[in-house]
Structures are given as C-alpha cells and as structure tokens.
Nanobody, 124 residues
Framework: QVQLVESGGGLVQAGDSLRLACTAS????????MGWFRQVPGKEREFVAA????????LYADSVKGRFTISRDKANKTLYLQMDALKPEDTAVYYC?????????????????WGRGTQVTVSS
C-alpha cells in the first residue's frame, strides 16, 4: 500500500502563488509515478500534472502549462506542485495520486492510490 498526504492548499487572490506538497509513505512505494488532479463539485476529476521519479518525465494539462511546475524531493518522498499566476478557474480540490507503474499518465483510471485532497480557492 501507498499512503499519500497532501498539504499547502488555501485561499489566495488571482495572480498569487501556492505550493502544494504530497508526501508518500508505505511499503509499496518505490519511486512510483505520481500526479496531481483536481476536482470541482459537480464536475469530473481532471488531470493537472504528472511526474516520473525514474525518467524525470513531466506531463502537464494545457490549462496549467507555463504556470504550474511539478517537482520532487526524492529524499523525503515528496511531490510538489508550484502554482503561479493562479486564476479563479484553478479553484478546486487538488488530489495527489500514485501509480504502481513508473511511467506517468494523464488518465486518472491508471492511478492506484489517492490522497484525501487539499482545497485551493482563488478569489478574483
């Protein structure tokens, strides 16, 4: 099993920045591919960014390219999402996810473990 705990959400104004963190633990975690997704009430959960700890490959949704940066702290098994130039439409619950595989994916169905989420609210 892999346990994922997100932190760093909050209320900010448009144009501000936030950094989300996701710390992984558990006997099954071994540099698995990880990603960030977000969900607004009444809408489907959508892909934001993903990262491969082995190939260092990064994937981004078009809506966040150039504004969000995914990175990791290997020693502390922590995945980060640096969010700059935030917009009101970025408001959502952000979820961290991990795969059993090493390759990142944009498909939420291909992720096996999920955190509980952290709320990000961007006011206009």
């Amino acid at each position: 099993q892999v346990q994922l705990v997100e932190s760093g959400g909050g209320l900010v104004q448009a144009g501000d920045s936030l950094r989300l963190a996701c710390t992984a633990s558990g006997p099954s975690f071994n540099e698995n591919a990880m990603g960030w997704f977000r969900q607004v009430p009444g809408k489907e959960r959508e892909f934001v960014a993903a990262y491969s700890w082995t190939s260092l490959k990064k994937l981004y949704a078009d809506s966040v390219k150039g504004r969000f940066t995914i990175s990791r702290d290997k020693a502390n098994k922590t995945l980060y999402l640096q969010m700059d130039a935030l917009k009101p439409e970025d408001t959502a619950v952000y979820y961290c996810a991990a795969r059993r595989r090493y390759s990142p994916s944009i498909n939420l169905d291909e992720y096996d473990f999920w955190g509980r989420g952290t709320q990000v609210t961007v006011s206009s």
